[in-house]
């Protein structure tokens, strides 16, 4: 056994060492201090890592969505028409004589309302006269078997066919309003040749009309003989009362709207075709989900919608129809999200599909 003597500056003795044995306490000491680092090192590694994978995380806030009561209504824009809208063309060509009304005149039913040229009614009159006096003749022939079937049937014919024109041309000649209304629009004065561009156009007033772009959502829920409320602001107090003539059959596949036709009566003559109103429908309440309106992403370049949920800590995008406004919440429609869910409120502009998420409390 080989020994060595070791100096101790403590004392000022020699002491005699087992160089075996302290060979042996150094490699332990030093197996204990390389331990120490591997784990030092490895929890430094770990420490990284666990820093980042939360780093490529989005950060996000979330809200538990629940179903809520609303009263479901509709509060759409709209431009007023006449209900009824008529050309007054006339169906002869040739010089306009005389027209009885001026641009913004209200007329009646059956009142004058253009005189065309009338030369060739007062010939075909002429003529049917002439043809009323060889009907009778004719006649009288008959019955006495004077004159042959045939040729009875030939001026039965005629006489038949010149009333027929002769009414025609009277209608044309002497133009009179086919309804109630106003003169919307006057495009000759007298002594013109009328070339086929209406000469008037009278527009109905006392009843109007509005189409109305609904969101396809409400499809199921609007029914023709609905009442509903219109509005202008140049009567901000005043309630008009409208309903529901018609719903239209099939959807706009590019808007998702669906339109209806609202018969609007206007006894009162206040409001006039050109109008800008606002219409409002009330429906059943219902059970829906409504979320912050800043929640609900647009597609660039379309109209479609999505939100984004949290999946188990991944963001999932999911499509939604937007139904009512609530201020500053909407109702979103989705067979894929229900109460529970959590909803990604804020920083869903910088996520995608699938990207895992940190859950800001």
């Known amino acids: 056994m080989t020994r060595i003597q070791i100096w101790n500056s403590k004392n000022s003795q020699r002491k005699n060492i087992d160089i075996m044995a302290y060979m042996n306490r150094v490699k332990k000491v030093s197996a204990v201090l390389l331990a120490a680092l591997a784990l030092v090192s490895c929890g430094k590694k770990d420490a990284e890592a666990a820093k980042s994978e939360d780093t490529l995380r989005e950060k996000v ?58 030369y060739q009614y007062k010939t075909t009159k002429l003529a049917f006269a002439n043809l009323g006096v060889e009907m009778n003749r004719v006649s009288a022939l008959r019955e006495t078997g004077s004159i042959s079937e045939q040729t009875y049937d030939q001026t039965k014919l005629s006489y038949d066919q010149t009333e027929e024109n002769l009414a025609f ?45 609904v969101p396809e959502s409400y499809f199921p829920l609007v029914k023709e003989g609905m009442k509903m409320e219109v509005r202008s602001d140049i009567y901000p107090d005043k309630v008009f009362n409208a309903t529901v003539e018609i719903v239209y059959p099939t959807i706009d596949a590019t808007s998702h709207t669906f339109h209806i036709k609202l018969d609007i009566p206007n006894s009162e003559l206040l409001l006039r075709p050109g109008m800008y109103v606002q219409t409002h429908l009330e429906l059943n309440k219902v059970n829906a989900i409504v979320v912050p309106y800043q929640a609900v992403m647009k597609l660039q370049g379309s109209n479609d919608r999505y939100v984004f949920l949290n999946d188990n800590g991944t963001a999932k995008r999911v499509g939604v129809k937007m139904g009512q406004r609530f201020d500053d919440h909407v109702e979103i429609i989705s067979d894929e999200i229900h109460a529970g869910d959590e909803l990604v409120v804020t920083g869903q502009a910088r996520l995608v599909d699938g990207v895992k998420l940190s859950i800001v409390k």
């Open 61 to 118: 806030e979330v809200q538990k969505l629940e179903e809520r009561e609303i009263a479901r209504e509709i509060n759409l824009s709209a431009i007023l028409e006449g209900y009824e809208t008529v050309n007054i063309a006339p169906s002869v060509t040739g010089i306009i004589e005389h027209i009885y009304v001026e641009e913004g005149d209200h007329v009646r039913k059956g009142d004058s309302l253009v005189r065309m040229d009338q």
């Open 169 to 213: 041309l009277e209608s044309n000649t002497y133009v009179k309003a086919p309804m109630s209304g106003v003169i919307s629009a006057k495009n000759y004065e007298d002594g013109e040749l009328y070339s086929g561009q209406p000469v008037l156009v009278l527009t109905q007033i006392a009843r109007l009309k509005a189409k109305v772009a």
